[in-house]
């Protein structure tokens, strides 16, 4: 058992993340497994899911003539545009059946204003509108955080380096993330993480 100071943030591990899914990402269901068996180390237990209405604008669907992996510029920023995925209350938002969601102590959802995404469990795409989590864990006694979960270059990155800029000591357990890698996202958010003083194990 870890000190209770430390948390897991179990990042998206979702169907439609997983093979077979609307966003699949490779290789999404490898880290199943081996993630139920490191939850029960921590005392501390966070769980995100991404969570959409069905016309979000991070959508290509909700854009005419815009195709899936495109990008556009939103008010608050570039913004790639997904496949529809991870819908309100869908099979595909679901978290992966075998996912032991048992010893989850919090689930942050997030996504779920059409205007806006939320990549971050911590911040939306703004970079300043909270989700919340930053308090749940400062009134838990946190002050170190441990990422898995998927993706590796989106959501992981993005809570992990917003996790690093609140103050946090972040680890991300790379063996237990997987990578959607478009355009090199991959290796930029390695990167920027590693920027941050992000350890990536
Ligand atoms: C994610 C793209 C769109 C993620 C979520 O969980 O990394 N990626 N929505
Ligand atoms: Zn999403």
Same mark, same amino acid.
Request: with cysteine; proline share 5%; hydrophobic share 45%.
């Given at each position: ?11 998206d591990?979702?169907? $439609?993340?997983c ?6 990402? !490779?290789?999404? $269901? ?7 068996a490191l939850?029960? !180390?921590?005392a501390v237990?966070?769980f995100t899911? $991404? ?7 991070? +959508? ?9 992996? &495109?990008?556009?510029d939103?008010p608050?920023?570039?913004q790639?545009?997904w ?12 978290f992966h059946?075998?996912?032991?969601t048992?010893g989850?102590d919090?689930?942050? /959802?997030?996504?779920f /204003?059409r !205007? ?6 911590f +911040? !939306?795409?703004?970079?300043? #509108?909270? #989700? ?5 864990? /400062?009134s838990r006694?946190? $002050?170190?955080?441990t990422l898995?979960g998927?993706?590796?270059d989106?959501?992981?990155? +993005? &809570? ?10 972040? #680890?991300?357990?790379e ?9 090199? &996202?991959?290796a930029?958010? /390695?990167n ?10």
């Open positions: 058992m870890r000190p209770a100071n430390q948390a897991i943030l179990v990042i591990v979702q169907n $439609d993340f093979p077979g899914g609307a966003l699949a990402v !490779e290789g999404g $269901d490898e880290i199943v497994a081996p993630i139920n939850i029960p !180390e921590f237990r966070v899911q $991404d969570w959409h209405p069905g016309d979000h604008s991070s +959508f290509a669907s909700q854009h005419a003539g815009a195709e899936p992996y &495109s990008m556009i939103m608050y920023g570039p790639v545009l496949p529809d995925h991870c819908i309100i209350g869908s099979q595909g938002a679901a059946s075998d996912l032991d048992r989850a919090m689930i942050i /959802r997030k996504g /204003r !205007e806006i995404d939320s990549y971050s469990a +911040f !939306e795409n703004d970079h300043t #509108t909270p #989700t919340g989590l930053e308090g749940y864990l /400062r006694g946190v $002050d170190a955080v898995v998927l993706a590796t989106f959501c992981v990155n +993005f &809570s992990a380096v917003d996790a690093a800029k609140l103050g946090f000591r972040v #680890t991300v357990v063996s237990l993330c997987r990578a959607i890698d478009l355009d090199g &996202s991959l930029a958010a /390695r920027g993480m590693a920027a941050e003083g992000v350890t990536l194990a």
